[in-house]
Structures are given as C-alpha cells and as structure tokens.
C-alpha cells in the first residue's frame, strides 16, 4: 500500500485545513487508517483513526471536538478536517494504514506510513 498525504499549510490560529491521504496498491479500502502527527523534538502522537468501513473513529484528547476524521473507500482517500487550530497543533502530519481492518491508535500496529505534509499554525 502506497500513502500520498496532502494538504498542509500555514495557517492562523482559530482557522481550519482540510489534509488528504491517497491510497493505493492491495486493497487499501479493506485496511483502517490513521493519522499521526509528530513536532520537532517529540515523539509521534496518534491523531486520529478510522475502521475500514468508517463505523468506528477515535481521536487523541486533545483534537476530539476539533478535528474529525473521514474516508471516501471508492476514491481510496481519507480525510483529517482540521477545525479551531491551535499553535500547538504545528507539526508534519503522517496518514498511516494497518492490516487490522479496525481503528487503530498505537504507532506499531501500522504497517504502512505516507511521507508526511507539515502543518504550521501561527498565533
């Protein structure tokens, strides 16, 4: 499975960005998905995860409210809708795919990592 994440920017504090995971290779509508992030100096941190059919979502505590989590299985892609940023969200955000078709949320159940897209908010 292949991961082309897009999407990122420069953006004020309190404005929204919309990142974009394209998948492709073996089946990738059959494998949850993630999203992680990782700051300069810091390790990376599990954003937010979807099950392989979109039933199951879960987010990290500090996004949940804020960020919301989506995927298209007929285009391959999955959505990180990013709403009220905050300065502490800057980072290169990674989308991520595991074989266990739930929503995974620890960094080494992934088996598959796109190249990352960096997310930079200003205050």
């Known amino acids: 499975v292949q991961l082309q994440a897009s999407g990122g920017g420069l953006v004020q504090a309190g404005g929204s960005l919309r990142l974009s995971c394209a998948a492709s290779?073996?089946?990738?509508?059959?494998?949850?998905m993630g999203w992680f992030r990782q700051a300069p100096g810091k390790e990376r941190e599990f954003v937010a995860a979807?099950?392989?059919?979109?039933?199951?979502?879960y987010y990290a505590d500090s996004v949940k409210g804020r960020f919301t989590v989506s995927r298209d299985n007929a285009k391959n892609m999955v959505y990180l809708q990013m709403n009220s940023l905050k300065p502490e969200d800057t980072a290169v955000y990674y989308c991520?795919?595991?074989?266990?078709?739930?929503?995974?949320?620890?960094?080494?159940?992934?088996?598959?990592w796109g190249q990352g897209t960096q997310v930079t908010v200003s205050s």
């Open positions: 991520a795919a595991t074989r266990y078709t739930g929503a995974a949320m620890r960094v080494y159940e992934y088996d598959y």
């Open positions: 290779g073996r089946t990738p509508s059959y494998y949850g």
């Open positions: 979807i099950s392989w059919n979109g039933g199951s979502t």
